[in-house]
């Protein structure tokens, strides 16, 4: 009967075994040094990558599969954000875009959270580039852009369904918002405060010269169609939005313009148009009068000794 092998015996077959396996990585490791110079020379040459990018949903090659490389694939950057027409698909970007008069061309610089469509972010050509980069080690990304749309909960069966958001309006103007109202300084100052203005005091606003850009409102047959509008504060003796621009969210109904801000920007709104005092007003002497009604009366002096009184018995 053949004897098994002896502790040395299989020890000695282990570290072979162990030797062989070193050899074979340190060959892999030189052939895949000499492809990666081959792929560089290429690029030199043409310009191009001498490698392919494996897209997020090709599945990883086994290890024992012809032609793997020991390379993980490239995936996106981050997994969080989606473009928007990837979410509501190309004809629900044509009516936001047909709505808001925004060009086409503008379609990849919107982008939604993957788990939820409610809001939609404008990012920047930066940022659009570095949601499109590739990496092995994706990142998680918190926030992006800023937010200029949102899905509403009711809307007017004439209006888009995506309502702008205050945090964002400005940028969506800077992109090329054509519905839009430029309204003049004390205009939008009672919008404001009163929240909501008739329609016929904008038409007659827009007859004075008092509001410009009325035609933005105009869909069809219809001259100013119900949703969501920009209100910009118009410069004071021209045609253009004030510099730096300043605009609130409001909604057309079909007899008002309502604003559609919350108390807290209305009120920041409110403070940029009115402005701070003058600094010769701040500085100027005070009045006899305002000296006066800070100093306490004499019937308040008299009754202070007593509050004091009282209160020291009470005690």
């Not at 020890?11 to 396996?21: C, T, V």
């Not at 310009?47 to 993980?72: F, M």
């Not at 852009?145 to 888009?160: E, M």
């Not at 850009?213 to 105009?218: D, F, H, V």
């Amino acid at each position: 009967a053949e004897l098994p092998p002896s502790a040395r015996a299989r020890r000695e077959a282990r570290a072979e075994g162990m030797r062989q396996e070193r050899a074979a990585a340190a060959q892999e490791q030189a052939k895949q040094a000499e492809t990666n110079a081959t792929g560089d020379a290429a690029e030199q040459d043409t310009g191009e990558p001498g490698h392919d990018i494996e897209g997020e949903e090709q599945p990883e090659q086994d290890k024992g599969a012809p032609g793997y490389s020991g390379r993980q694939p490239l995936k996106r950057i981050t997994k969080e954000y989606i473009m928007l027409h990837e979410s509501i698909g190309d004809n629900g970007w044509r009516e936001i875009a047909d709505f808001y008069g925004f060009d086409t061309g503008l379609r990849d610089r919107f982008f939604v959270r993957r788990d939820s469509d409610r809001c939609v972010f404008l990012v920047s050509p930066a940022v659009l580039s570095l949601l499109q980069a590739q990496t092995r080690l994706p990142t998680r990304m918190v926030i992006c852009g800023v937010t200029v749309f949102q899905r509403s909960q009711s809307y007017h069966t004439d209006a888009c369904p995506w309502e702008l958001v205050q945090e964002g309006v400005v940028a969506a103007c800077s992109m090329g918002l054509r519905r839009r109202l430029l309204v003049r300084r004390s205009l939008l100052h009672r919008l404001l405060i009163e929240k909501e203005l008739s329609l016929s005091e904008i038409r007659a606003a827009a007859t004075s010269g008092d509001v410009v850009g009325l035609e933005s409102l105009r869909r069809g047959d219809t001259v100013c169609c119900p949703g969501s509008v920009a209100v910009m504060l118009l410069e004071d003796g021209g045609s253009g939005p004030s510099t730096p621009p300043m605009a609130a969210v409001a909604n057309v109904s079909d007899d008002a313009l309502e604003l559609a801000v919350k108390n807290t920007d209305a009120a920041m709104l409110l403070e940029d148009i009115v402005g701070q005092p003058p600094v010769d007003e701040i500085l100027a002497p005070r009045s006899r009068g305002d000296i006066g009604a800070d100093e306490p009366s004499e019937g308040q002096k008299e009754k202070e000794p007593a509050v004091a009184e009282s209160t020291g018995n009470g005690v």
